[in-house]
């Protein structure tokens, strides 16, 4: 979730947490946005390496270091 959306799982939960208590919007924005290129150089880096970890993919992506 992280990866593709730029959302924490915290995040999300905190969200959830909030839309059931009632709260119909959440401020802010991800931090990251996906586009196609981004889709694609991780798609390739997978079919190079299948046993690629998340964070040697976010280490080739501009912007996704961790």
Known sequence: MEV?????LE???K?????????SSVTG????VVIPEAIAAVEAIVKENRHV???EIAAHLPGYES
């Open 4 to 8: 593709q959306y730029g959302l924490s």
């Open 11 to 13: 995040q999300v939960y």
């Open 15 to 23: 969200w959830s947490r909030k839309f059931l208590n009632g709260v």
């Open 29 to 32: 924005q991800a931090h990251r």
């Open 53 to 55: 970890t998340v964070h």
